[in-house]
């Protein structure tokens, strides 16, 4: 019959043999995850290009095309922003920031960190990031009254995009008209 010592021992040993087990696996999974290919990468293969747009399903918005600014119910305003992302970047643990200029006065900012991209539909190499809500501010940084509203009415306004991620960072700036979307 085995003394409590040794049961104790072997306890401890197998435990050690299962938990040296377990941490390989796991780490041999992860070693694995790292090294997919590019070509089973969700969002697509090669350089990162950034698509501007707005809802979901995602509609592109064309280059000079309206960014429709909208009225809170918190009482400030915004504009809506999604992105469709084609190219080999890393859609797990994506930083998006997006800044909204009118001249070189900042009016606007969204940033979400550490998010996931979500996938294209079945087929499709894509992933997006929908609606992202750019709180818009006056030159003072305050909630902008009605008057700056009318004021950037039809102006046009610089949209800059940046994503940092596991691959790299990218990051893509276009021009677009302000309007205010009326109920």
């Not at 909208?70 to 084609?86: A, P, R, T, W």
């Not at 800044?99 to 960190?113: A, F, R, V």
Request: net charge negative; with cysteine; hydrophobic share 35%.
């Amino acid at each position: 019959m085995a003394t409590v010592h040794q049961m104790v021992l072997v306890d401890l040993v197998g435990n050690r043999f299962l938990n040296l087990a377990l941490v390989l696996l796991l780490f041999y999974s992860c070693e694995q995850e790292s090294q997919i290919n590019q070509s089973q990468n969700p969002c697509g293969d090669g350089k990162t290009q950034i698509q501007v747009g707005h809802d979901r399903p995602f509609v592109a918005i064309e280059t000079n095309g309206d960014l429709m600014m909208e009225y809170g119910l918190q009482g400030g305003y915004h504009v809506d922003i999604s992105l469709k992302i084609l190219g080999g970047l890393n859609p797990d643990d994506v930083d998006v920031e997006l800044l909204l200029y009118l001249g070189e006065t900042q009016i606007g900012k969204h940033l979400s960190e550490g998010w996931y991209l979500l996938y294209g539909n079945p087929g499709e190499k894509a992933c997006y990031f929908y609606n992202a809500r750019v709180f818009l501010y006056n030159e003072k940084a305050e909630i902008p009254s009605r008057d700056d509203i009318e004021r950037w009415m039809g102006k046009k306004a610089r949209l800059k995009v940046a994503l940092t991620h596991s691959n790299g960072y990218d990051q893509r700036e276009e021009d677009f008209i302000l309007n205010f979307d009326t109920p």
